[in-house]
């Protein structure tokens, strides 16, 4: 026979029933964390995004509809990503800046239906560009490409001024040029929009995760990648150096894209910074979980909720997802 153990320390005891459990809880999602993403086009129809299952691009009217659904279940912010008709497309993009532009009508649509949801914007250039880039690009002597980085920032501060008088509260530069943050802020307060907030995408890496997204908008790059201007993957350090140049160039909160890859990074900006920090679980980390699911091999839901209660746990304060709706539905449901 065994002999009896002695042991004093059981850490099970703090797992022992539901309530217990309830107390020694660290980490709860709310619907209150997720910001909202959703794509819009010219069209009058809903069309269901391949690539994407579950996600459409709406129209205007679709999109106030799903704005209200997903208000319903407790989501207060949402973001935009429009899809640009191809011959709106210019090598400058000067579409992003047109005031009557499918985003400012998309502001104010979603403004005038939701007052109180937070309505943030994409800023940067690659639906608009015909390179497909983020910024403006010049082909080298040697017909290298190359993303020109000042040039670009000054077309971003036009576009966050766009935006900003259609009535975003936040606009977020996606883009990784140099120096965009304290420029848009600059151009934000010149025009009396003190009040705008800035999400920087601060660590953005140049990530293959991100397919799915370029299907949906058909904005993937026509030539070369992201790398001169995205992060490198291996890469750490370079995370906190962006987090601090950002936060002093005027930067309200930092992000983290992807969220699910990049915990380690989000923890460290969490440890070293004050300001919000929101991760984007991005398209491809959402495809991921749906396809095991459609096969049956995970259970959507709670892998679903796993990852974002990772995320949080792991330092986010507020979370890019698109299963937002969905996972803030279970949440009010208890
Ligand atoms: C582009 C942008 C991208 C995403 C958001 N903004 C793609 C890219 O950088 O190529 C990706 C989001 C996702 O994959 O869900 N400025």
């Given amino acids: 026979m065994f002999e009896k153990l002695t042991l004093p320390i059981r850490p099970r005891r703090n797992r022992k029933s539901p309530a217990i459990r309830g107390l020694v ?5 709310t619907p209150a964390d997720f910001i909202y993403p959703l794509f819009i086009h010219e069209d009058e129809t809903n069309d269901p995004i391949e690539s994407m299952p579950g996600c459409h691009r709406w129209s205007l009217a679709g999109l106030v509809g799903e704005v209200g659904r997903a208000y319903e279940v407790g989501v207060r ?3 935009f990503f429009p899809k640009i008709e191809e011959d709106l497309k210019t090598p400058k993009g000067e579409e992003c800046y047109n005031d009557d532009g499918l985003v400012p009508r998309a502001i104010k649509a979603v403004k005038e239906a939701y007052p109180d949801v937070v309505v943030i914007t994409d800023v940067a250039l690659d639906p608009y560009n015909s390179d497909g880039h983020d910024g403006i690009v010049e082909k080298t002597k040697d017909g ?9 920032v000054k077309v971003l501060c036009k576009q966050a001024l766009c935006h900003a008088k259609a009535g975003a509260d936040i606009v977020s530069p996606s883009d990784m040029m140099d120096g965009r943050i304290g420029a848009i802020r600059a151009t934000l307060d010149r025009y009396h929009f003190e009040e705008v907030s800035i999400l920087s995408y601060t660590a953005k890496y140049a990530s293959a995760y991100y397919g799915p997204f370029r299907g949906a908008l058909d904005s993937a790059p026509k030539a070369g990648d992201k790398k001169t201007y995205q992060m ?3 890469n750490s350090r370079e995370a906190l150096r962006e987090a601090e140049l950002d936060i002093a160039e005027g930067a309200d909160m930092v992000m983290v894209k992807p969220a699910g890859p990049y915990l380690d990074i989000i923890r460290i900006i969490r440890d070293s910074v004050d300001v919000p920090i929101a991760a984007y679980q991005v398209s491809g980390e959402y495809l991921m979980i749906k396809s095991a699911a459609k096969d049956g091999w995970v259970d959507e839901e709670k892998v679903a909720m796993e990852s974002l209660l990772g995320i949080k746990r792991a330092g986010a304060d507020m979370i890019l997802t698109y299963f937002a709706k969905d996972v803030a539905a279970r949440l009010q449901a208890g």
């Fill in 144 to 152: 290298d490409l190359k993303i020109v980085n000042d040039e670009t």
């Fill in 232 to 234: 490198d993957p291996a």
């Fill in 25 to 29: 809880s660290e980490t709860v999602l």
């Fill in 77 to 79: 912010a949402v973001v």
